[in-house]
Structures are given as structure tokens and as C-alpha cells.
């Protein structure tokens, strides 16, 4: 089967669509819920469109700690049932849905008491190795502080009497995300990024479809849908506002602040994870930097491009060198980035307290609305807002088949990781590039290669973003969906929170090698420029700053 380009002319021919039929489903918002729940559904056999109001993975969904996990802090509060089933889906990814997206990371967890604390993880991680099943990741080990401290030179001797070594794993979550909406896409979804929902259509009491604004056109489009499903995460209040009936259940926001430093200012071999007074502390290892996060505090502002303050940055600089034998200093900060996780509500005010576990109603006749969960179980919520909906039609809807259906890029990957060798040799492309284009589009690597083919050029390094190719940049456009430099700098290629300068310095380039594909004049592209810069400055607010040179 050819794969899906969602070029600029895909997304005019599907708006121009969507208004010409009745679907089965429409499905409202473009994070990892949204795009699985139309994943889910089209798998089934139900027509079904997918729209977006700014870009996929723009809000919580590529924002998050970039973990595929189980949540071994989960079992401390008991919530069995909510690991096994993370933990199976942990498993599905690695082995048979994403094995070119999802990679194992291995973590330490220091101990700081000799005997009941090793015995207490211990039998946690024991039972969390045992919850995983099939044998996806390697089972934990003991370690004493001599053999923790070979692994994690960076850590203080005092820090810790000893440790446990286990296995989780990895994603890059934005990347996820777009590539679940195009594996929707290949399979008949008709999916659209910055095509704002601003009302539904009634008939009665029943929801029947939605008012769609195509936000770069201006164009309002009357969606008819039997079935309209909300998966708009932290946004849920407002999307069930506008039924102006009551709402199912109400949606807290906590907020969660990572920060990116350099992989050479903590000299580890392993993530690392422990505890801290309020949270969990994670430094984990992402290329050729750590992440380390998160906070975990209430967000009583609007959900809108949430942003890391001083107190948050200060917080986790503060628990990071509680471990470190060389402090983090805010100089040492290259990027930092804010998300907000939706929090079924509930009476505690503590957001770290707040339900993890999803949640699908049905508030009016026609609306479907899920929220809750986590990026690791994204796939079990969208299949059980399909089976709420497939209760509602007329039709027996088969059940959902996505457990056994690989997502994009899965297909073939191994081969061609077996083959990359060769691969480097036709292209003339360093092994290790191929390397990262087949973790970063497994088999759909082939789509970039070909653009080299055409134009050499594009083969060279990105200016400014290194670590990229200028035919990553193309392929973010013609292939995935791409609108703006935000979208590629941010999302496609993580240059905004990998670079010193948030990826200002390569805006140019990149902005001068999709111009064409996207029709911008020399007045556009200055425009997209500054927007960027904008953008970028707003989101290190209170983290790191952009050298003034580069902005």
C-alpha cells in the first residue's frame, strides 16, 4: 500500500470535502487520543475525518516526559490494574505496533536506606517485571553504590547506599502522534490540522456534526456526522461548553516542566528516576541530552501555550542537584518546555493526587467525549471510544483490530535496519544518518532518501540544527503536514527545545526550502520568521534564554 502525503494540496482536497458527505465519525482534536480514536475507528470500517485546530502533538501530547512506562509509582498507590494494562500496551509498541518509534531506556532508582528500601523497590520493580509480560525489556537488577556509581559517575556518593537498574521505555511523543494520524490517513481517514471546531450541529437535542473554520483560509465548513467524538484533552471544559448542556466530568490541568541540557554536563550510561518531596524526579537520556523534569503543580490558567516560570525551572534544578556530584547551573539549560496533563477532577486540590485514568461519556445524544489517561494507553482510550460509539449506530461494528495493526513506518523496518549499511552507500549519507532517519520514520525513511535523490542538496546538515537533514525539513510538508516553522522546528524535528537558541538560527533555511511548497512570498516568509522568533522567546520565558546574536 502507498503511504499518505499530507501535502498542502491533501489538506485543501480534504476540507473542500468534508462537506460534501455525511461521515460516521468526526473526531475533534489532534493529540495522541484524537489521532488514535480515528485510527480505531477507521480500522473498523466507519468513515471518519479528523481535524485539529493548531497542529498535531501541539499541546499535551508533545509536551510530555517522552516516556512509555508503566508508572512504577503507581503501584506504590495500588492502582494495579492501571500498570498491567501500561504495561501491556508498553509492550504492544515495543515488539509489534512502533518498534522503529519506541526504544528501551534503562533507568537507575537509587536507594538511600540499606535494608527496608531495597527490600520495598524491589518487590515493586519484581512485580512490575512480572505485570510486563512477554518479555519485552530485559528484568531488573541489583546494584551497590560502587556498581551504581560505574554506571552514573554524575551521582553524589551520598546520594545513594545503592540502587535497582530496570527498563521502561521511549518515544518521541509529536513525532507519535503525526504518524498515528497518517497511518489513519493510509487507511481512508480524512485528517486536517488548523481546522478549529467553533460549534456543533444540532438537530434537537443530537449532536449531528460540527462547524469547522479552516484557519488558514478563513473557510467555514458544516461537518454532518453521526457520531462526533471530543478528544480535546485539557481543552474538554470548553468543548463540552458549547453543547450548553451539562458537563459528564470536569478536567483539571496539572503542568509539567522539563528541562534539556547537554548529555556531557551529567556523565551517566542510564536515566535516572527517584523521588522527591512533591514528584518524581527524572533525568532521561534523549540523544545528545538529558531531559530532566517534571514538576507536577495545579495550571489555573487557560490551556493555551502553557509556559515554564522561574519557580518551576529553580525547582527542578534544585532536585536535580540534590543527586549530582557537579551541580546544574541555569547556564547549563539549552531548552525547556511546559505541557499540561488533563486530570479527571475530583475533590482533591492536589493535581498530584488527581486521577491518571481515562474516561468516556456520551453528555448529549451524538457526542462522545474521552479524557484522562496517559500517551501510553492512548491506544486502549481511543478503542474504548469507539465501542461507546459503535453502541450508538444502527450498524454491528466489528472490534477494534488496532492491537495487530503496525502504525506507519513499522512495516519492513527491520530489514531495512538490517540493510542500512547499503543503504548508506547509495545515498552517500553516513551510516549514522541513515541510522537516525530509520528511528525517526522506520521504513517511510525511503520517502526522504527519495528527496535526496532528486536534489542532492537537500542531503547536507540543516544550518543551525545539525543534527538534521534539509530533507527532513521538505518531508515535514510534503509528507507530514506541516503549515508553519513551528511545525517543523517544533514538532517535525525537535530543534525548538535541542538547540541553544531554540532553533532560531536554522528558521532561515528552513523557511527559504519550504517557501515553495507552501506558496509564501519574500513578505511571508519574514512574517513566519519573526513569528517564530516570537514563539520561540515566549516559551523559554522563564528558562533558557535565546543568544542575543541568533535572535
Same mark, same amino acid.
Given at each position: 500500500?502507498?503511504?499518505?502525503?499530507?501535502?498542502?494540496?491533501?489538506? &485543501?482536497?480534504?476540507?473542500?470535502?468534508?462537506?460534501?458527505?455525511?461521515?460516521?465519525?468526526?473526531? $475533534? =482534536?489532534?493529540?495522541?487520543?484524537?489521532?488514535?480514536?480515528?485510527?480505531?475507528?477507521?480500522?473498523?470500517?466507519?468513515? $471518519?475525518?479528523?481535524?485539529?485546530?493548531?497542529?498535531?502533538?501541539?499541546?499535551?501530547?508533545?509536551?510530555?516526559?517522552?516516556? !512509555?512506562?508503566?508508572?512504577?509509582?503507581?503501584?506504590?498507590?495500588?492502582?494495579?490494574?492501571?500498570?498491567?494494562?501500561?504495561?501491556?500496551?508498553?509492550?504492544?509498541?515495543?515488539?509489534?505496533?512502533?518498534?522503529?518509534?519506541?526504544?528501551?531506556?534503562?533507568?537507575?532508582?537509587?536507594?538511600?536506606?540499606?535494608?527496608?528500601?531495597?527490600?520495598?523497590?524491589?518487590?515493586?520493580?519484581?512485580?512490575?517485571?512480572?505485570?510486563?509480560?512477554?518479555?519485552?525489556?530485559?528484568?531488573?537488577?541489583?546494584?551497590?553504590?560502587?556498581?551504581?556509581?560505574?554506571?552514573?559517575?554524575?551521582?553524589?556518593?551520598?546520594?545513594?547506599?545503592?540502587?535497582? &537498574?530496570?527498563?521502561?521505555?521511549?518515544?518521541?511523543?509529536?513525532?507519535?502522534?503525526?504518524? $498515528?494520524?497518517?497511518?489513519?490517513? &493510509?487507511?481512508?481517514?480524512?485528517?486536517?490540522?488548523?481546522?478549529?471546531?467553533?460549534?456543533?450541529?444540532?438537530?434537537?437535542?443530537?449532536?449531528?456534526?460540527?462547524?469547522?473554520?479552516?484557519?488558514?483560509?478563513?473557510?467555514?465548513?458544516?461537518?454532518?456526522?453521526?457520531?462526533?467524538?471530543?478528544?480535546?484533552?485539557?481543552?474538554?471544559?470548553?468543548? &463540552?461548553?458549547?453543547?450548553?448542556?451539562?458537563?459528564?466530568?470536569?478536567?483539571?490541568?496539572?503542568?509539567?516542566?522539563?528541562?534539556?541540557?547537554?548529555?556531557?554536563?551529567?556523565?551517566?550510561?542510564?536515566?535516572?528516576?527517584?523521588?522527591?518531596?512533591?514528584?518524581?524526579?527524572?533525568?532521561?537520556?534523549?540523544?545528545?541530552?538529558?531531559?530532566?523534569?517534571?514538576?507536577?503543580?495545579?495550571?489555573?490558567?487557560?490551556?493555551?501555550?502553557?509556559?515554564?516560570?522561574?519557580?518551576?525551572? =529553580?525547582?527542578?534544578?534544585?532536585?536535580?542537584?540534590?543527586?549530582?556530584?557537579?551541580?546544574?547551573?541555569?547556564?547549563? !539549560?539549552?531548552?525547556?518546555?511546559?505541557?499540561?496533563?488533563?486530570?479527571?477532577?475530583?475533590?482533591?486540590?492536589?493535581?498530584?493526587?488527581?486521577?491518571?485514568?481515562?474516561?468516556?461519556?456520551?453528555?448529549?445524544?451524538?457526542?462522545?467525549?474521552?479524557?484522562?489517561?496517559?500517551?501510553?494507553?492512548?491506544?486502549?482510550?481511543?478503542?474504548?471510544?469507539?465501542?461507546?460509539?459503535?453502541?450508538?449506530?444502527?450498524?454491528?461494528?466489528?472490534?477494534?483490530?488496532?492491537?495487530?495493526?503496525?502504525?506507519?513506518?513499522?512495516?519492513?523496518?527491520?530489514?531495512?535496519?538490517?540493510?542500512?549499511?547499503?543503504?548508506?552507500?547509495?545515498?552517500?549519507?553516513?551510516?549514522?544518518?541513515?541510522?537516525?532517519?530509520?528511528?525517526?520514520?522506520?521504513?517511510?525513511?525511503?520517502?526522504?532518501?527519495?528527496?535526496?535523490?532528486?536534489?542532492?542538496?537537500?542531503?547536507?546538515?540543516?544550518?543551525?540544527?545539525?543534527?538534521?537533514?534539509?530533507?527532513?525539513?521538505?518531508?515535514?510538508?510534503?509528507?507530514?503536514?506541516?503549515?508553519?516553522?513551528?511545525?517543523?522546528?517544533?514538532?517535525?524535528?525537535?530543534?525548538?527545545?535541542?538547540?541553544?537558541?531554540? =532553533?532560531?538560527?536554522?528558521?532561515?533555511? $528552513?523557511?527559504?526550502?519550504?517557501?515553495?511548497?507552501?506558496?509564501?512570498?519574500?513578505?511571508?516568509?519574514?512574517?513566519?520568521?519573526?513569528?517564530?522568533?516570537?514563539?520561540?522567546?515566549?516559551?523559554?520565558?522563564?528558562?533558557?534564554?535565546?543568544?542575543?546574536?541568533?535572535?
Amino acid at each position: 500500500m502507498t503511504s499518505v502525503a499530507l501535502g498542502p494540496q491533501y489538506r &485543501q482536497d480534504t476540507l473542500r470535502g468534508l462537506a460534501e458527505t455525511e461521515l460516521d465519525v468526526l473526531v $475533534v =482534536g489532534g493529540g495522541i487520543v484524537g489521532a488514535g480514536t480515528a485510527l480505531d475507528a477507521i480500522s473498523r470500517g466507519l468513515s $471518519v475525518a479528523l481535524v485539529e485546530a493548531r497542529d498535531w502533538a501541539a499541546g499535551t501530547s508533545g509536551r510530555s516526559s517522552k516516556l !512509555i512506562h508503566g508508572g512504577l509509582r503507581y503501584l506504590e498507590q495500588r492502582d494495579f490494574g492501571l500498570v498491567r494494562e501500561a504495561l501491556r500496551e508498553r509492550g504492544l509498541l515495543l515488539q509489534r505496533l512502533a518498534p522503529h518509534l519506541v526504544r528501551p531506556v534503562r533507568f537507575l532508582y537509587p536507594l538511600r536506606n540499606r535494608v527496608w528500601e531495597r527490600a520495598y523497590v524491589s518487590a515493586g520493580v519484581a512485580l512490575y517485571d512480572t505485570m510486563g509480560g512477554s518479555r519485552a525489556l530485559p528484568r531488573h537488577r541489583q546494584l551497590t553504590r560502587r556498581g551504581a556509581l560505574r554506571q552514573a559517575p554524575a551521582l553524589r556518593p551520598d546520594a545513594l547506599v545503592g540502587a535497582v &537498574q530496570y527498563y521502561d521505555a521511549q518515544v518521541d511523543d509529536a513525532r507519535y502522534t503525526m504518524m $498515528v494520524a497518517r497511518t489513519a490517513a &493510509q487507511y481512508g481517514a480524512k485528517v486536517a490540522t488548523r481546522a478549529e471546531v467553533t460549534g456543533f450541529l444540532r438537530e434537537g437535542e443530537r449532536v449531528t456534526g460540527a462547524t469547522v473554520v479552516d484557519l488558514e483560509g478563513g473557510r467555514e465548513i458544516g461537518v454532518r456526522a453521526r457520531r462526533v467524538v471530543c478528544a480535546t484533552g485539557v481543552w474538554t471544559d470548553g468543548a &463540552q461548553a458549547m453543547t450548553g448542556s451539562r458537563a459528564a466530568f470536569g478536567v483539571r490541568a496539572s503542568k509539567g516542566v522539563h528541562l534539556v541540557v547537554p548529555r556531557d554536563r551529567i556523565p551517566m550510561d542510564t536515566g535516572l528516576i527517584t523521588r522527591t518531596s512533591r514528584s518524581v524526579l527524572f533525568i532521561i537520556p534523549w540523544g545528545r541530552h538529558w531531559l530532566v523534569g517534571t514538576t507536577d503543580t495545579p495550571h489555573e490558567d487557560g490551556p493555551d501555550e502553557p509556559v515554564a516560570d522561574h519557580t518551576d525551572v =529553580g525547582y527542578l534544578l534544585d532536585q536535580a542537584n540534590a543527586v549530582l556530584r557537579t551541580p546544574l547551573a541555569h547556564d547549563d !539549560i539549552e531548552g525547556v518546555y511546559a505541557g499540561l496533563r488533563p486530570l479527571l477532577s475530583g475533590e482533591m486540590d492536589d493535581t498530584a493526587r488527581l486521577s491518571r485514568e481515562h474516561a468516556v461519556a456520551e453528555p448529549v445524544p451524538g457526542l462522545v467525549v474521552v479524557t484522562g489517561g496517559k500517551f501510553t494507553t492512548y491506544r486502549v482510550m481511543a478503542q474504548d471510544a469507539v465501542d461507546v460509539v459503535a453502541e450508538g449506530l444502527d450498524d454491528s461494528i466489528p472490534a477494534s483490530v488496532t492491537g495487530r495493526l503496525p502504525i506507519l513506518g513499522a512495516t519492513g523496518f527491520e530489514v531495512l535496519w538490517n540493510e542500512r549499511r547499503r543503504l548508506a552507500a547509495e545515498s552517500g549519507l553516513h551510516v549514522a544518518r541513515i541510522e537516525h532517519l530509520l528511528h525517526r520514520y522506520g521504513s517511510c525513511a525511503r520517502e526522504v532518501l527519495e528527496l535526496i535523490a532528486g536534489s542532492p542538496a537537500l542531503g547536507a546538515a540543516l544550518p543551525g540544527a545539525e543534527d538534521y537533514l534539509c530533507a527532513e525539513a521538505v518531508h515535514a510538508v510534503t509528507h507530514e503536514g506541516a503549515l508553519h516553522l513551528e511545525d517543523v522546528l517544533a514538532r517535525r524535528l525537535r530543534v525548538a527545545i535541542e538547540e541553544w537558541d531554540g =532553533g532560531v538560527a536554522a528558521a532561515s533555511r $528552513v523557511a527559504e526550502l519550504v517557501a515553495p511548497l507552501l506558496g509564501w512570498d519574500a513578505e511571508e516568509v519574514t512574517n513566519e520568521i519573526k513569528r517564530y522568533v516570537r514563539w520561540t522567546a515566549e516559551e523559554r520565558r522563564g528558562g533558557a534564554a535565546i543568544p542575543e546574536a541568533a535572535a
